[in-house]
């Protein structure tokens, strides 16, 4: 092949993403659902995250004492001070910027994309920060890559089969049952799916869940939270309320609850993204930031959506830790009319954003564009 035709390849030789974990789980949470749809698309992933142990309460196969290890196609690396640290491969992402360690910053070369992943949000200004380009010290640019909820962002994760494997869970109450099953529920509890709303309650400690619990011992309930939740409360089953604690699970299955529940109660990014896709009514918590900010995120957000002012009002009485506006708001909502209502706005703003950017596509159709105009 002549040099004059010869056509560089626009897909990347592989990717490296950089995870700090700050607290909680989402930075380390959306970076693995990044990791593996990358690897979908790419010979090659590396994720280097400096907290293997909080990993493993959404990657049950990770061994936190290895410095270098595969799971699931991906190359997981203990991202210590002492690590020599390789070359970047040709796509670099500093994951919620993580601030990349000099040596990986001075070898980042003229084939290599660098970007850095930024914090999903519906506010009005992400489109024009999107895909920013932020000249560095080496003579580099690093581009800012926001997700988001319009085709003027890089939209949001989406696995291939997302759908067709959420509907066949959801269509048979059977394998509902099952799963509930492996979870560990009661087979009595189990057997009154038909007569409970199962809800998932995701929340931070700040939510007034002793409010949300007097309403839900007036309705036949099953209440599944994780382990991590209900250490910070009380909880006292009654004949309507029964309650289920669950260990750190996979992600895969941490979806799997979410397509299981009739309302799903959840907090910062990652699960905000993976309710709407449930299709579910919903409840959003978003992480607390100091001056309020995160109301204004919540409001950007609840914009997007077509919910009615009860849906909003409960949104804003659990942000806002005010359990005596929340009460009406879910007494309106658990109206059977209200609630139909309800899961029909979930299916339709679900269905919407389905046929948005898909985040793993979008860098790599960036990744494409530049390579394009070197
Ligand atoms: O854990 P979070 O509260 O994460 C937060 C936010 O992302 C916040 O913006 C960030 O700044 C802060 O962390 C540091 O909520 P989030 O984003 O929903 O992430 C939870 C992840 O954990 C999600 O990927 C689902 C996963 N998960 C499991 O896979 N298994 C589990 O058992 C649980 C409880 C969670």
């Not at 560089?8 to 659902?33: E, F, H, L, Q, S």
């Not at 010979?43 to 196969?61: A, C, K, M, Y």
């Not at 001070?81 to 910027?97: G, K, N, R, S, Y």
């Not at 900010?293 to 959506?305: D, G, I, S, V």
Request: net charge negative; aromatic share 12%.
């Amino acid at each position: 092949m002549s040099q004059s035709s010869y056509i560089k390849p626009m897909t990347p030789n592989g990717a490296d993403i950089y995870c700090r974990v700050i607290d909680n789980y989402g930075d380390i949470g959306v970076c693995w659902r990044l990791a593996r749809q990358l690897r979908h698309q790419l010979p090659q992933v590396r994720l280097w995250v400096d907290d293997l142990h909080s990993f493993t309460h959404i990657n049950p196969e990770i061994q936190p004492h290895l410095h270098l290890q595969r799971s699931q196609g991906i190359e997981v690396l203990n991202w210590r001070q002492d690590c020599v640290f390789p070359p970047p491969l040709e796509l670099l992402i500093e994951a919620f910027a993580c601030e990349l360690p000099e040596s990986v910053k001075q070898h980042v070369g003229a084939h290599t994309l660098w970007l850095n992943l930024e914090y999903l949000s519906a506010e009005k200004w992400v489109p024009s920060f999107h895909l920013g380009a932020s000249p560095q010290a080496g003579g580099q640019t690093k581009y800012f890559f926001f997700p988001g909820f319009t085709p003027e962002t890089g939209g949001l994760l989406r696995e291939k089969d997302l759908v067709s494997e959420r509907d066949a869970l959801q269509a048979n109450s059977e394998t509902r049952r099952d799963f509930l099953r492996y979870l560990g529920v009661d087979e009595e509890l189990v057997a009154q799916l038909a007569q409970r709303k199962v809800i998932f309650l995701f929340c931070y400690p700040n939510a007034p869940v002793q409010e949300l619990l007097q309403v839900l011992q007036e309705h036949n309930t099953l209440l599944l939270v994780p382990a991590s939740v209900a250490r910070h409360f009380t909880f006292t089953p009654t004949p309507k309320l029964a309650l289920h604690i669950l260990p750190p699970i996979s992600q895969t299955d941490f979806d799997c609850v979410l397509w299981c529940s009739d309302l799903n109660i959840v907090r910062g990014e990652d699960s905000l993204v993976r309710a709407i896709w449930a299709a579910k009514p919903m409840i959003w918590q978003p992480y607390y930031q100091d001056d309020n900010w995160h109301l204004e995120k919540l409001a950007a957000w609840l914009q997007h959506t077509s919910y009615n002012p009860s849906v909003q009002q409960a949104h804003y009485a659990w942000s806002q830790a005010a359990g005596h506006d929340l009460r009406p708001a879910l007494e309106q909502l658990f109206q059977p009319h209200n609630w139909s209502e309800w899961q029909a706005q979930a299916a339709s703003f679900s269905e919407k954003l389905i046929n948005g950017p898909e985040l793993s596509n979008a860098i790599l159709s960036f990744y494409a564009q530049v390579a394009r105009t070197r």
